[in-house]
Antibody
Framework: QVQLQESGPGLVKPSETLSLTCTVS?????????WGWIRQPPGKGLEWIGS???????YYNPSLKSRVTISVDTSKNQFSLKLSSVTAADTAVYYC???????????????WGKGTTVTVSS | DIQLTQSPSFLSASVGDRVTITCRAS??????LAWYQQKPGKAPKLLIY???TLQSGVPSRFSGSGSGTEFTLTISSLQPEDFATYYC?????????FGQGTRLEIK
């Protein structure tokens, strides 16, 4: 059974870099699928941050693109998120998720981590 | 970016009711649409993808339909565990986007 678990600091100071890691268990991260980060500010909806494919290709939300980096560490079966120059507006629950597609190439995000709360405050 | 607009934003219903949530896309996305259920303090759960394909393990009272720019999620007979917030997501093109959510509460 595939499981994802986010980890990282729960408190980040303004202007610093938010760094989170998603550890994948029950599935080899390099064997297909894609991996993504999604966030949810308090009391608000879901916002896609970006995705990385097993090929290494990355896609980012244009609203965050200049500040975001997503990478994979296959040796640790993990993928990571870095968001630079954070402000209070980046306070949110951050989720990592696995994405896949069926034989018709219809995409979905089917396995999610439980989420981790990150607060930006001095 | 493709904008998704869900209606209604809030829905009050009773156990046993049939409810329908609509998701409209700002441009055509064929059937690259997914629906998720989220309960308070929990991660979203995939219910339906490709507009109408039920994810494994999801009860058959959930169904989805639509193509192009208009989509619906229907729950045929509400159960107590169905009261949650529902989101649509388009996976037709990057950036991926979500609707603003529909909160379904017990009447």
């Amino acid at each position: 059974q595939v499981q994802l678990q986010e980890s990282g600091p729960g408190l980040v100071k303004p202007s610093e870099t938010l760094s989170l890691t998603c550890t994948v268990s029950g599935h080899y991260i390099d064997s297909g699928y894609y991996w993504g980060w999604i966030r949810q500010p308090p009391g608000k909806g879901l916002e896609w941050i970006g995705s990385i494919y097993h090929s290494g290709s990355t896609y980012y939300n244009p609203s965050l693109k200049s500040r975001v980096t997503i990478s994979v560490d296959t040796s640790k079966n993990q993928f990571s998120l870095k968001l630079s120059s954070v402000t209070a507006a980046d306070t949110a629950v951050y989720y990592c998720a696995r994405g896949g597609w069926d034989q018709r190439y219809y995409y979905y995000m089917d396995v999610w981590g439980k989420g981790t709360t990150v607060t930006v405050s001095s | 970016d493709i904008q998704l607009t869900q209606s209604p934003s809030f829905l009050s219903a009773s156990v046993g009711d049939r409810v329908t949530i609509t998701c409209r896309a700002s441009q055509g996305i064929t059937t690259y649409l997914a629906w998720y259920q989220q309960k308070p303090g929990k991660a979203p759960k995939l219910l339906i993808y490709a507009a109408s394909t039920l994810q494994s393990g999801v009860p058959s009272r959930f169904s989805g339909s639509g193509s192009g720019t208009e989509f619906t999620l229907t729950i045929s007979s509400l159960q107590p565990e169905d009261f949650a917030t529902y989101y649509c997501q388009q996976l037709n093109s990057y950036p991926l986007t979500f609707g603003q959510g529909t909160r379904l509460e017990i009447k």
